[in-house]
């Protein structure tokens, strides 16, 4: 029993810290408002699997590892810059839902991949949760795998969860205008968080 309260507290700061506006929960619920819930399965997919191998990384210390090479931080920020300011024009262009454009295939699966795996504001999150929270066992390998284990099915939940307020938000956004003003909007929001998230790195 003494463990349930650490446990809620690790949940608790995945929720605010991992679960807040960032360029991996925007560009989910971007791209889910721009190409509807199926058509985003495979950036999902990326998405989670991405920040998850970042998780592994923290709980690995190669993010420890990785800051000890300061040329290596500027590439990741950059690879990511580059393709969320993409991604930010492709769901600006991305037609209405009420009018399927074949041409305008939806975000893969190795953008999502990539985008999750260079995410500055990732490894900055899930390091502080990982490191924030001190679960009462003693190994210290059984802790980082429970760890590991219960914010692996948070970054599962916390990006479903923005899919479908993107995906619930399509809904009500067919009419062309509508959509396009939606997808603009959200493309700008995507920018703004990205630029936000390297500004704290």
Known sequence: MEQVPAFVSLILASLVVM??????????????????????????????????????????????????????APFLVAASAAYILYLAFRIATAPPLSRPDQAASAPSFVGGFLLGVANPKAYLAIAAVFAGTTLAVESRVIEAMLKTAVLT???????????TAGVSLSRLLRHPVSSRIVNLLFAAILIITTIIAIAHD
């Open 19 to 72: 679960g807040s506006p960032g360029p991996s929960t925007m560009s989910v619920t971007a791209v889910g408002a721009a190409f509807g819930f199926r058509r985003s399965l495979p950036y999902l997919a990326g998405i989670v699997l991405g920040t998850t191998a970042v998780l592994m990384a923290v709980a690995a210390g190669v993010v420890a590892m990785l800051m000890s090479l300061p040329r290596l």
């Open 153 to 163: 099915i948070m970054i599962v939940v916390i990006h479903l969860c923005w899919l």
